[in-house]
Structure formats: C-alpha cells, structure tokens
C-alpha cells in the first residue's frame, strides 16, 4: 500500500572519479611524506625567502 | 550563503595569517604551523603567515630538485602537489572564491565605486601558461653553476608575495630597504597594476596570472564538491553573469550542464536570488 502512494524516486548515481583522484593524490602526500620532503619545506618556509618578495 | 563565504574568507585569511608577533620579534613566523599547505595563494614570506605557500613551495623544490638527487633527496614536490591535488578533488576552484587571502583583497578593491570592464575571454588562458612555465618548467630547466633553479613565478611576478610579504618585510627589516634594485621595482609594478587592474574588474590576477587557480581549474570536471546548474528553473535571464565574480558565459558554452560547472541562475519572478546568490562568487567556474 505504502509502496503505490510513493512517487518513484530519482535515481542518484555516486561519482567514482572525484574519489580516485582525492586518492591518487593522497598517496603522492604520503610518498612526499614518506621521503621527507615536509622537512625540507618547513626548512625553507622559516626563512625569509628574498627572491619571493622581489629583493633576491 | 553569500554571507557565510564572506565569514569563511575572513576567517581563512585570519588562520592563514595568525602570527602577530612579527612587530615585535620583525621576522616570520617559525613555528610547526608551517608544515601546514595553504589552500590559497598567501606568501610564506609574509611575517604573520602560519602556512605555506604551495606554489612557492613546488618552486623552490623543483629549482632544488638536482641538487637534491645529488644528495640522494628524492624532494619532487609530491607531499604539496598532494596536498592541493587532495584540495582540488574536494572543492576544484571553489578554494578560489572562499578560501584565497589575495582573492579576497581584489574583491574588496572592487567594490570601490569606478566603471567595471569586463576581462576579455582569451586572457583567461594565461594563467595556465603561468603554471607551466613559471612554476615548473623555468624553476627545473634554467639552473645556475650550483644547479639551483629560481622560484620564477614568486620571483618575476606574484604580486601577493610583494603585498604580503615584501612590502611588509621591508618596514619590518630596514637593513633590507639597500638590497632593493630593480627585480622589485618590476614586482612592485606589476602588484600596482593588478591591485589597479581590481578595481575596475573582477578578480584580475585570479582569472589571468595565477598558477593556483590554473592548478585547481584542472579539476573541474572531477571534484567532489560542486554546485549544478538546474535546468528545469534557468529561465535565460543571464544574471548569472553579473552576479558571479569569474564572468562565466554558460549560455556560451556547450554542455556545461554535463561538466557540473558551478553557476546557477536565479527562479523567474523570485527576488530571493535563492539560488543565484548561492552561486555569487563562489567560484570561477574554468
């Protein structure tokens, strides 16, 4: 009964490709993780970088 | 929504530059915060910065790249490109309109009151070639005796790193003020002309010049979060086009419906804007 008075719905379809790509592009973080690269960049974000400001 | 997108740039600009005991100490902030990728376009340098900048970070990266494979460093840029690569996913260029600092200063520069013109189309594909070039081609290919490539996009061109961090950096540290030749002088006109250039369009830098949104365009048609046009209530009124910021032309463009681009039009004799405003300034939609 419930089922008849229903109005059939909309069908939703889940997209896969924003998920490979959040993916894909967490395992790259962990790679560069995994090397060691966020050291190096902290190292370089605390010091003043002159060519970034346009006095190096 | 309108309101809450202004709330989130204030908020996001104040995180992303929470340090303000840079008067005091004249220098950046050192502290582990920095570890941490900024989703917009915001100059490290800058001394209230708590994050860093990923597009000067990928630069100084890829001008250290041979240096570092010498070393047996494997620093290709891969943990940044992953972080804005995971960013882009989520929300693509919706970062652009709630989460970009230097975004949010040319929108309030164009609301002084002045003529505004509009940004011819085929500018809009600059900032690709800035992307390319600039941020990654220059900084691995031109190398100096030691190896070491330059950051060419902080270095020749980003008008943020100028506003945010040079200028500041200057007052701050007046021993500096003697090293100022012309690399700056080219800076500090380029920053005039785009802040000039914001008055009277909308977002200039962000729709022609910048690598961080030529980045996260790359994920329109794949990120996760975005809004659709619905077109069952569009009733070709073109308001659209004035009300976002990015001047999109979607009666222009085929199949945007298919891509999910992010603008919406307001409901026939609605005064609400109800959906309009949800789309105003969200997001460049290319």
Redesign the interface.
Known sequence: MSQTSREPRKKRTLRKAPFVVITAFLLLWLIGVATGEPARVLEQALQVCLSCIGIG | MEAARKWIQVIVAILTNGSWSFPFTK??Y?G?L??ICAPGLN???CPAATT?CPM??IQ??LGGLRF?LENG???????????I??L???FGRMICGWACPFGFIQELLHKIPSRKFRIPRMLSHGKYLFLLLFVVVLPLVLVDEFGSG??WF??FV?PA??LE??IP??LLQPN?RS???L??L???VIMLLFLTWAVFSSRPFCRTACPLGAFYAL?S????IKLHLDEAKCTNCKACHHVCPMGPRVHHLPGLHEQGLPVRRHLPGNRRYSLGRSGQGTVPCR
């Open positions: 220098t950046l050192q582990p920095k570890v100059c490290y340098s860093y000067g970070s100084q990266l570092a460093q494997y620093y290709f840029g891969f943990s940044v490109l992953g972080s690569g995971v882009g996913g989520l330059s950051p902080c270095k980003c790193g100028t961090a040079g950096m200057l500096l090293t100022i030749g690399l700056f080219n800076k500090f994920f048609k794949v990120r996760l």
